[in-house]
């Protein structure tokens, strides 16, 4: 099964925005299974981002009440509290699906930690930046679903990490973390390189993954994970992530590796740097967007979500 465990859509402008079948078409050109729409988000006390990407794109879905032109679209799974982290794409014709899930990156004052498969998103304003406050109730306290279905990692940690790599190999052995980024397309060499060695040093399984923001970019590097094809649409949003941790961990997958071209690394870097410089260039976490997908958003049970639920609830 081919995975892609980190792709941000661009959110840097609306013209440079893509809607849900865009993605969905350049993921099923690139046969990827399980497509990870990545937000990060962060809470300090002088700064406060919240990611709404992955709602854009569940507010779409509302929109078009499933009928994504060539793609039946319905939630993957019903969610403990708050929007759903999971959407599942079948081609009308039966011929393939394609999973989508919310992969929250949340900033910390150790460095970034990635969830995947939470059954609720995750609340930064409450945990603020403290690493394992983060963790441990991720662990023990089951308040974002059970452990055992969620794959928790540490992307590109030759940069985004304050931990040795002798604290990072006790964290992976006692269960906090499943993984490290080894190869990530929007990386250096060099930083990939020092990725490679932590998880050599430390034992740590490392995936790829492309860490783009063009449409383009969605297949640079991914990691293919020794799960039957036919066995996915069998499979719940929670089994799925119970194997897909497993398959990490007992280092069941391989992986594809390509960098990003140098005008996707241009693009980035650009738009960042205009994003900084200029607030208003980048609308996502504002109140304007809030209010949009306040209007139209799962935990507002909204007509499409209450018919989902209730066919869910059948026998």
């Known amino acids: 099964m081919k995975a892609q465990l980190h ?16 993605v969905l078409r350049q993921a099923d050109k690139k046969d990827i ?25 569940l507010s779409d879905m509302e929109a078009q009440k499933g009928n994504v032109e060539e793609f039946d679209v319905k ?13 599942i794409a079948t081609k009308k014709d039966n011929s393939s699906s394609i999973y989508l899930i919310h ?15 939470a059954e609720q998103r995750v609340p930064v304003e409450e945990i603020e930046d403290k690493f394992y406050n983060f963790l441990t109730e991720a662990k023990h306290e089951k308040r974002f679903g059970k452990r055992e279905n969620m794959v928790m ?43 490679e060695k932590i998880s050599r040093e430390t034992d740590i399984p490392g995936i790829a993954v492309t860490d783009g923001h063009k449409l383009k970019d969605i297949a640079n590097a991914i990691t293919v994970l020794y799960i039957n094809p036919q066995d ?5 949003y929670e089994q799925m992530g ?27 870097v650009f738009n960042l740097a205009m994003a900084m410089v200029f607030p208003e260039y980048n609308p996502a976490p504002n109140s304007n967007a809030r209010q949009v997908i306040k209007n139209i958003n799962p935990e507002k049970e ?6 989902h639920y209730r066919n869910e609830q059948k026998p």
């Open 242 to 268: 119970n194997i897909t941790r497993q398959c990490i961990r007992n280092k069941d997958f391989d992986t594809n590796e390509n960098y990003l071209p140098i005008t996707s690394k241009l693009h980035y």
């Open 153 to 195: 990692g540490i992307p590109h940690p030759n940069r985004s990490t304050h931990l040795s790599s002798r604290d990072l190999k006790k964290l992976y052995e006692d269960g906090y973390i499943d993984y490290i980024e080894r190869f990530n397309a929007l990386n250096t060499f060099k930083g990939n390189l020092d990725s």
């Open 7 to 22: 792709y941000h859509p661009s959110f840097f402008s609306k013209r440079d925005r893509p809607s849900l079948l865009q």
């Open 232 to 236: 996915n649409n069998r499979m719940t």
């Open 33 to 57: 299974d399980l497509l990870t729409i990545t937000s990060f988000s962060k809470k300090t006390e002088k700064e406060e981002h919240i990611d709404l990407r992955w709602n854009y794109f």
């Open 302 to 307: 909204t007509i499409y979500y209450k018919e």
């Open 75 to 87: 939630y993957w799974h019903t969610p403990l509290k708050g929007t759903s982290q999971g959407i």
């Open 103 to 117: 992969g929250q990156g949340i900033w910390t004052n150790l460095g970034d930690i990635m969830i995947l498969f």
